[in-house]
C-alpha cells in the first residue's frame, strides 16, 4: 500500500492505490477511509482502489445539511475529478446505502456494485428499532461535541474489542467536531437512500451483495436486495476482497 496517493476534490479526500479497473469504496458511519483501507488492500494489487472519506467525515469536512443525493453526487464529481466514465462501486452499512443511491441517481456511472452488511431497507421500511436507538445514541453525543469535544463521543465504542477500541479512539481525535454533529443529524433522522423495494429493479448492474448478521445490518435487507436487483450474487463471508473479485470476475 506504499503507493497510495491523497486526492482532494472540491473539499473532499481521498486515497487511491493500484491500478486497473476503479473501484470505489465508502465507509460506514463515524468512521473514514481507513474502515475500507484494511479489507481492499488485497484488491489494490490489481484493480485501482479508491476510498474517499464522505463529506461530514475525516478530513472531509462538512457542517451543513447532508442528503442521499448529495453524497451520490459527491461520488460523481470524483469520477469526473479522476477522468473516470465508470467505476465499481461499493460500500459498507451507511456507505452501502451511499452506493445504492449512487446507481439509482447517476446509473451511468456504475460498472458494478459491491453491497456489503446493506443496512437501509428503502423509506417504506425505515430503521429498525435496534437501529433507531443506535442512531439516536450517535446524534445524542455527536450534537455535543461542538460545545464538549470530540471526545465526548469515545463511549461510542465501548463494545468493542479493546484493541479495535484504542485504534478507532486515536482515528477518531482527529474528527472535526462540527461535522460529526452534521453526520449523526443525518443519521438519526432515518432518510433512506430509496423509497421502496421495487426501485431496486431500476438497477441493472451486476452487483454482490454480503448480509449483515446483526440487529443493525439485518440479513433480511440484503434478502430483499437479491428479490429486487435484477442482477445480484449474495455471498455469505467475512473475507470482502476475495467477493469482490469473484464479482469482477463475472
Known amino acids: 500500500m506504499s503507493d497510495m496517493v491523497e486526492i482532494w476534490s472540491d473539499g473532499l479526500f481521498a486515497v487511491e492505490s493500484g491500478r486497473g479497473t476503479p473501484i470505489i469504496l465508502l465507509h460506514g458511519g463515524l468512521a473514514n477511509h ?4 484494511g479489507f481492499a488492500a488485497p484488491l489494490a494489487s490489481r484493480y485501482r482502489v479508491i476510498t474517499p472519506d464522505l463529506r461530514g467525515s475525516g478530513k472531509s469536512i462538512f457542517a451543513g445539511e447532508l442528503s442521499w443525493d448529495r453524497f451520490a453526487d459527491d461520488v460523481a464529481a470524483l469520477m469526473r475529478h479522476l477522468g473516470l466514465a465508470k467505476a465499481v462501486i461499493g460500500g459498507v452499512s451507511f456507505g452501502s446505502g451511499v452506493a445504492v443511491r449512487t446507481a439509482l441517481r447517476h446509473p451511468e456511472l456504475v460498472d458494478k456494485l459491491v453491497l456489503l452488511t446493506p443496512a437501509f431497507a428503502g423509506a417504506d421500511v425505515g430503521l ?4 433507531d436507538e443506535a442512531m439516536r445514541a450517535m446524534d445524542a453525543v455527536g450534537s455535543r461535541a461542538v460545545a464538549e469535544g470530540i471526545e465526548v463521543i469515545f463511549p461510542l465504542f465501548d463494545r468493542l474489542p479493546p484493541e479495535i477500541r484504542e485504534r478507532i479512539r486515536r482515528i477518531a481525535a482527529h474528527y472535526d467536531p462540527a461535522s460529526v454533529a452534521a453526520s449523526t443529524k443525518f443519521m438519526a433522522s432515518g432518510a433512506q437512500p430509496f423509497g421502496t423495494a421495487s426501485d431496486l429493479a431500476a438497477i441493472t448492474a451486476p452487483t454482490l451483495v454480503v448480509p449483515g448478521a446483526d440487529p ?3 440479513a433480511e435487507f440484503a ?3 437479491a ?8 455471498r455469505r463471508t467475512t473475507d470482502y476482497a476475495e467477493a469482490i473479485n469473484e464479482l469482477m470476475r463475472e
Open 34 to 37: 481507513m474502515a475500507c483501507r
Open 128 to 131: 429498525t428499532p435496534a437501529q
Open 216 to 218: 443493525y445490518h439485518p
Open 223 to 225: 434478502e430483499l436486495y
Open 227 to 234: 428479490r429486487h436487483l435484477p442482477r445480484c450474487m449474495v
